[in-house]
């Protein structure tokens, strides 16, 4: 028979410290086997993100997701409201969370009253470069602002999560959301964004599908590659007692969104639901016959905040 493997004596389970040298020996060489093991494992994470760029973020990254809602009441607008108070502040943690040289350390900023964002000027409070346009998306960032890197301001990019803000290290903003320019026109339509879920009080993309069965993905613009769902309502028409239908996925799974034509000249409408986005701003569509055409209204989006930009 096999001698029993000895367990490993961490400090949480000696009832009282060792009193004598050799019991403090075992004590301590165990404790620095367990910090080296949880370095070691802490570093493989670290560079696991370099060599596998599906590595789930939050394994590596501290969190710094802290979002506010924001919000446009008035169709035509294009500046957008952070509506913050003292008993609904915006917290800014600075500090660079992966490893740099020199390191930087953390600090904690506090905004107590309204942000807003000017899509109309450049620099804090607008946009970080370049101007504004209609069917753009556009992501909100709270940033260090001041002369002493002591405040919050927010800048809007066209630039993801992946990369933020021109000018800004990662340390120094905080991913708050995306918002879409109208289809058309140069403004924001009124639109309410929280907790991850944006809806626009109208349309931000249309999109058609006709003329063949075959599954065709469709990709869509002003649809962050950080959303999960994305708010759809469809209108089918063309050919009645037909279908047409959408869903995230290109496999030949159960559509999301499914509507029957009753009749052929009238569009038949569903809509909005929720329709998962497994292909980054990516829709797929099919119809049961070249007859039928689909109408594909985006009308927004929810975004996963248990992952960190």
């Known amino acids: 028979?096999?001698?029993?493997?000895?367990?490993?004596?961490?400090?949480?389970?000696?009832?009282?410290?060792?009193?004598?040298?050799k019991g403090f020996q075992k004590w301590a060489v165990d404790v620095s086997s367990t910090i080296n093991e949880i370095n070691k494992q802490l570093f493989n994470l670290y560079n696991r993100h370099l060599s596998d760029a599906l590595a789930h973020p939050s394994m590596w990254k501290a969190n710094r997701t802290f979002r506010q809602s924001y919000r446009n009441d008035n169709h035509g607008d294009f500046v957008i409201t952070f509506p913050i108070s003292p008993t609904n502040p915006m917290y800014l943690i600075t500090g660079e969370t992966r490893q740099v040289n020199p390191p930087e350390g953390y600090k904690m900023l506090i905004a107590t009253s309204d942000l807003t964002c000017d899509f109309s000027i450049n620099g804090i409070g607008g946009l970080d470069s370049g101007s504004f346009a209609p069917y753009t998306l556009y992501y909100l960032y709270a940033v260090v602002s001041g002369p002493l890197q002591d405040q919050i301001g927010i800048l809007a990019s066209i630039n993801d999560p992946s990369v933020g803000p021109a000018g800004y290290k990662y340390g120094q903003w905080m991913y708050q959301g995306a918002v879409a320019s109208d289809y058309v026109k140069t403004y924001f339509n009124s639109f309410v964004a929280s907790t991850g879920h944006f809806m626009s009080g109208n349309r931000l993309d249309l999109q058609q599908h006709t003329g063949t069965i075959t599954r065709t993905a469709y990709t869509f613009p002003t649809l962050p590659v950080t959303a999960k769902f994305g708010y759809f309502a469809i209108s089918v028409y063309g050919e009645k007692s037909q279908q047409g239908g959408i869903g995230g996925s290109n496999g030949n799974n159960t559509f999301t969104m499914q509507q029957y034509t009753f009749d052929d000249a009238v569009p038949n409408f569903t809509g909005p639901s929720l329709v998962p986005i497994q292909t980054p701003q990516t829709i797929y569509v099919e119809t049961s016959t070249a007859n039928v055409i689909v109408d594909m209204y985006l009308l927004g989006w929810k975004e996963d905040q248990t992952e960190n930009p």
Not at 1 to 21: C, G, L, N, R
């Open 1 to 21: 028979m096999q001698p029993k493997s000895e367990q490993p004596i961490f400090p949480h389970s000696i009832p009282t410290p060792p009193e004598d040298y």
